[in-house]
């Protein structure tokens, strides 16, 4: 409603109530005007995964097992407790012949290993034994020990602890024979010793370290083959 009252114009009824309603909802909210403080979110830290091994030369490994066509998976690099690792480590999954019993090794073992079956194994069989190598035999490759496997006086980690060494025990052939350096070593047939003799010596040219039945006697049953300290064949 409306009313004159000389010249002033005075307002009633709703809308009146229309105005106090706007006058009320634009009013300060004084709760709201308070700045409310909320705790500064700390940024986490981000520390990169370590990488004990070297990268460049690892990466520069792996790629020439795949450029000869060797299958392989790289493994993570692993400290273990007695100062034992696997750095820069793969696990052979084809190298053209299987092989049993093959765990971790470095990747210049692998590299060196693979090619010598490939370019020592398989031929010196076909052409001292007139067949082809279809399986060799190992007794593995990362065992976390000592070098006389028992701690001994000095507790020397051996190549094995590093998942540096393999210890190849075997090979069996496609006519069915078993050439073992057990036994074959130095009481084989002639050509099976000059097979072992062969391999051995191609083993000397590719390996910082060869252990053989010559070595001392805990190496009766195997060849003991490492990247570690060297040059060293026996």
């Known amino acids: 409603m409306v009313s004159l009252r000389g010249n002033r114009i005075f307002l009633a009824g ?30 986490p830290v981000l520390t990169p ?11 520069q490994c792996m790629a020439d097992l795949g450029a000869a066509s060797v299958q392989y998976s790289a493994l993570p690099d692993r400290q273990f407790d007695g100062g034992c ?3 820069g480590s793969v696990k052979l999954i ?14 210049p073992l692998a590299k060196n290993f693979a090619a010598w079956a490939r370019y020592g194994v398989r031929p010196a069989a076909r052409q001292i034994l007139g067949a082809e190598v279809v399986k060799i035999e190992t ?18 980690l051996s190549e094995h602890a590093h998942s540096n060494a393999v210890d190849v025990a075997a090979f069996v052939l496609d006519d069915g024979r078993r ?25 000397c040219k590719r390996f910082a370290t060869v252990l053989s039945p010559d070595y001392n006697a805990a190496h009766y049953d195997h060849f003991h083959l490492d990247m570690g300290r060297g040059p060293f064949c026996r």
């Open 179 to 203: 050439i073992a350096v057990r036994g074959g070593w130095k009481e084989g047939t002639s050509s099976e010793r000059a097979f072992l003799k062969t391999i051995h010596n191609s083993a």
């Open 14 to 43: 709703p809308l009146v109530a229309v105005m106090a309603l706007a006058a009320c909802v634009g009013a300060p909210d004084v709760r709201r005007s308070v700045p409310v403080k909320r705790p500064v979110a700390q940024k």
């Open 94 to 107: 084809d190298i053209g012949t299987p092989v049993t019993n093959l765990g971790a090794m470095t990747c």
């Open 139 to 156: 007794m593995g490759t990362y065992n976390c020990r000592t070098v006389n496997g028992n701690g001994g006086a000095t507790g020397r």
């Open 85 to 87: 690792s696997t750095l």
């Open 49 to 59: 995964a370590p990488r004990f091994a070297d990268d460049v030369s690892t990466r």
